[in-house]
T-cell receptor, first 115, second 114 residues
Framework: ETGVTQSPTHLIKTRGQQVTLRCSSQ?????VSWYQQALGQGPQFIFQ???????GRGNFPPRFSGLQFPNYSSELNVNALELDDSALYLC??????????????FGEGSWLTVV | QKEVEQNSGPLSVPEGAIASLNCTYS??????FFWYRQYSGKSPELIMF????GDKEDGRFTAQLNKASQYVSLLIRDSQPSDSATYLC??????????????FGKGTKLTVNP
């Protein structure tokens, strides 16, 4: 167990809809990152939040947005869903702004299917 | 050139053998290197991290880092069928603006045959 919890674990949405995924980070971790993992690929960095502010973003369009709350939990929102958004969405927590040896733990992920 | 490259495999080894997984990366400023194990349908599980040149051992696992060659590897000794999974190499670059972004390879699928 990594102490990182995500919800929901599985969901099915229709193209054009919006989805919100949630993540609770490991106790004491102030940094949350989100990744998208398509089938057969490695995870791709979406963005990171540190102390409630976005602190780095990957090559994803603006319809991917997020929030981090004062308790360091986080949400990933995706608007105008497309079929290619079908993937495993992973939340990772860490103690940010730390040394090189800082470890990064993933939650169990949210499987999103867009039909 | 892709940022992090791994042989996609599949890599097949007999039970009890040594499995060797390799990874190269392009960003010379990379600071930390991670190996994750991912079972089918599950999320990545951290096995080891390394940030200094040389070897780091943890049980049956040894991570090796050579920054001059931009190469990191994972050795699994006495491989077990339960080690059958996809192994992901991830690299954390130099902190630019504080982001702790991990860049992943596509993963190597390992099968250990009983």
């Amino acid at each position: 167990e990594t102490g990182v919890t995500q919800s929901p674990t599985h969901l099915i949405k229709t193209r054009g809809q919006q989805v919100t995924l949630r993540c609770s980070s490991q106790s004491g971790h102030n940094t949350v990152s989100w990744y998208q993992q398509a089938l057969g690929q490695g995870p791709q960095f979406i963005f990171q939040y540190y102390r409630e502010e976005e602190n780095g973003r990957g090559n994803f369009p603006p319809r991917f947005s997020g929030l981090q709350f004062p308790n360091y939990s986080s949400e990933l929102n995706v608007n105008a869903l497309e079929l290619d958004d079908s993937a495993l969405y992973l939340c990772a927590s860490s103690f940010g702004q730390a040394r090189s040896g800082n470890t990064i733990y993933f939650g169990e992920g949210s499987w999103l299917t867009v039909v | 050139q892709k940022e992090v490259e791994q042989n996609s495999g599949p890599l097949s080894v007999p039970e009890g053998a040594i499995a060797s997984l390799n990874c190269t990366y392009s960003d010379r400023g990379s600071q930390s290197f991670f190996w994750y194990r991912q079972y089918s349908g599950k999320s990545p599980e951290l096995i080891m991290f390394i940030y200094s040149n040389g070897d780091k051992e943890d049980g049956r696992f040894t991570a090796q880092l050579n920054k001059a060659s931009q190469y990191v590897s994972l050795l699994i000794r006495d491989s077990q069928p339960s080690d059958s999974a996809t192994y992901l190499c991830a690299v954390k670059g130099a902190r630019r603006g504080g982001s702790e972004k991990l860049v992943f390879g596509k993963g190597t699928k390992l099968t250990v045959n009983p």
